[in-house]
C-alpha cells in the first residue's frame, strides 16, 4: 500500500468565490488498501506552501472507498479564499483526515511520507463589483456631451468622455 496525491490542476481563484480543486489519489503500492480513507485539501496563506496552513478541507467522496493495488480515484474539495488578492497555495493529501491522521497503514513505512501533493500557487484575484456589466456613462465634456459603456469588474466604467472636437463650434 502507498497512497499519493496528484497536484491539483486549477491555479486561480476569486475572492469570495467557491473553488473546488481535484487530486487524483493513487495505491501506488502491491496491495489494495483493504478498507476506506479519508483525502484532504490543505491551504496556504502564500505561494509555495508558505505561510499560515489551514485546517485541512475533507475532499469528497468521503471517504473513499478501497483502492486495489494500481488503482485511483478522483478526489475534490471546494475552498472559498477571503482576504484581499494575491498568491495562496493548495496541495491534496492522501490517507489524511482533518487532523492529518491516516487510517491506512502503508508498507514499507516510508511510503507514508509522500501521501502529499506537491504545493500549486493559486492567483487569487479581487471578486467583481456587483454592478459588473451594467450601463454607465461617461463624464460629460464641456459641452455636455457623454458616451456609454459598461461597469467592468474593477467596478469602473469603460466609457470615454467624447472629444472636444465634437463639440458645434469647437
Known amino acids: ?3 499519493t496525491a496528484s497536484a491539483p490542476t486549477q491555479n486561480t481563484a476569486t475572492i469570495g468565490s467557491a473553488k473546488t480543486f481535484t487530486s487524483n489519489i493513487s495505491n501506488t ?3 489494495s488498501t483493504g478498507g476506506s480513507f479519508f483525502n484532504s485539501l490543505q491551504v496556504a496563506t502564500a ?3 508558505v505561510g499560515a496552513v489551514s485546517p485541512l478541507v475533507t475532499s469528497t467522496p468521503s471517504p473513499m472507498t478501497t483502492l486495489a493495488a494500481g488503482a485511483s480515484s478522483s478526489a475534490s474539495a471546494s475552498y472559498t479564499f477571503t482576504g484581499s488578492a494575491g498568491t495562496r497555495s493548495v ?3 492522501a490517507d489524511n483526515n482533518t487532523n492529518m491522521s491516516g487510517t491506512i497503514t502503508e508498507t514499507p513505512a516510508s511510503a507514508e511520507i509522500n501521501n502529499c ?3 500549486v500557487n493559486v492567483i487569487v484575484s479581487a ?3 456587483v454592478n459588473q456589466g451594467n450601463a454607465c456613462s461617461s463624464s460629460p465634456n464641456s459641452c455636455g456631451q457623454v458616451s456609454s459603456g459598461v461597469i467592468q469588474c ?4 469603460s466609457a ?3 472629444s472636444e472636437s465634437s463639440c458645434s463650434g469647437g
Open 91 to 93: 496541495r491534496f493529501c
Open 154 to 157: 474593477s467596478g469602473n466604467c
Open 29 to 31: 503500492g502491491t496491495i
Open 47 to 49: 505561494a509555495g506552501g
Open 160 to 162: 470615454v468622455t467624447p
Open 1 to 3: 500500500r502507498d497512497l
Open 117 to 119: 501533493s506537491s504545493w
Open 127 to 129: 471578486a467583481c463589483s
